[in-house]
Every structure is written in structure tokens, then in C-alpha cells.
């Protein structure tokens, strides 16, 4: 009676997969160009924003999507004695899955050059300093149209926004 019951399991639990795995269809194709725009907040971050562009390079990897592209973020962060702009442009790689064709889950790094303009409010003074970005985010998207998509993403982004809320465009 044991063996009839793991087979039923197996039998089952393949069945799931294969109807998982049909469902999983790809929703972008290569060449494809996607522009994001969200606004968010963070650690140094009172209010933020990024745009950017990613591509597509690879439609079917995984049941995913692989692209390269880039990003620029504006973030503004203050205190009573100090005031913080930051402005930044990371390069960024994604890998994307497809969970249904309206679905997408995403995760997302990238390592950049970004300037603080950061002024001291007691002795006004105000300094240009360099510093590096980097961006680990783990993010999702839900398409309410072929090509418009709502997007969050969170995680870690140096100097930019951490939490993340916008929208997405295939082009």
C-alpha cells in the first residue's frame, strides 16, 4: 500500500511540474528593450528615483530572461545639520522568471560610479564627493497590458532607493 501511494505522489508531483512548466512561457523575446521607472526610499535615501533601460540577451534561459543595461538614480537625504544629492549610474545584469505570462519574479545587480553633493548646513559648506554604487535587488513585475507592467523592487542599492515602486515598458 506504501509503494501504491508514492507512486501516486511522484505521479502527482509530475503532473504539477509538467503544467508548472508549460505555463512558464516566455514573455519576452531577444532584442527586446524594457525602460523602468520607479520612485522609493532607503537607508540614504528620504525620497529617490531611477530610471532604466535593460535589454534583453537572452529569452530563454531557465524558463528566464537574461538581460544588461543600465540605470540612473537621483536620491535626496537630509538631517538638521547635513543635507545629501546623490546621483549615480550602475551598470546592471537581471536575470528574470517567468511565473505565468502576465507574472514576472526578477533579481538584479549591478556596480556603478555616483557623486555626492553633500552640504554641511552649520558651516555651509558644500563638497562634490565620489563614491561607488551597487545594487542587489530582488524584484517582481505584474503586466496589466502586453507591454505596461507594475514593478517593485527591494533590497540593497548604495545611496539609492531600496525600496522600489514604478513602472515598466517593453518597447
Not at 546623490?86 to 536575470?95: A, D, L, M, S
Request: charged share 20%; net charge neutral; glycine share 10%.
Amino acid at each position: 500500500m506504501k509503494k501504491i501511494g508514492k507512486i501516486l505522489a511522484i505521479a502527482a508531483l509530475a503532473t504539477v511540474s509538467y503544467s508548472a512548466s508549460a505555463e512558464l512561457a516566455p514573455q519576452w523575446s531577444k532584442g527586446t528593450s524594457i525602460l523602468n521607472a520607479n520612485i522609493g526610499i532607503g537607508e540614504y535615501a528620504d525620497f529617490g528615483s531611477t530610471v532604466s533601460l535593460d535589454y534583453v540577451l537572452v529569452d530563454e534561459w531557465w524558463k528566464g530572461h537574461f538581460t544588461v543595461g543600465g540605470e540612473i538614480g537621483y536620491s535626496t537625504w537630509s538631517s538638521k545639520t547635513l543635507s545629501d544629492n546623490n546621483f549615480g549610474f550602475t551598470p546592471r545584469v537581471t536575470y528574470g522568471l517567468n511565473i505565468t505570462p502576465r507574472f514576472e519574479v526578477h533579481v538584479m545587480v549591478g556596480v556603478g560610479l555616483g557623486f555626492q553633493n553633500e552640504k554641511d548646513k552649520v558651516n555651509d559648506k558644500t563638497t562634490l564627493n565620489p563614491f561607488t554604487t551597487w545594487n542587489d535587488m530582488v524584484g517582481c513585475r505584474f503586466f496589466f497590458t502586453e507591454n505596461v507592467a507594475v514593478m517593485t523592487e527591494m533590497g540593497i542599492s548604495y545611496r539609492m532607493p531600496e525600496l522600489r515602486l514604478g513602472l515598466s515598458v517593453k518597447l
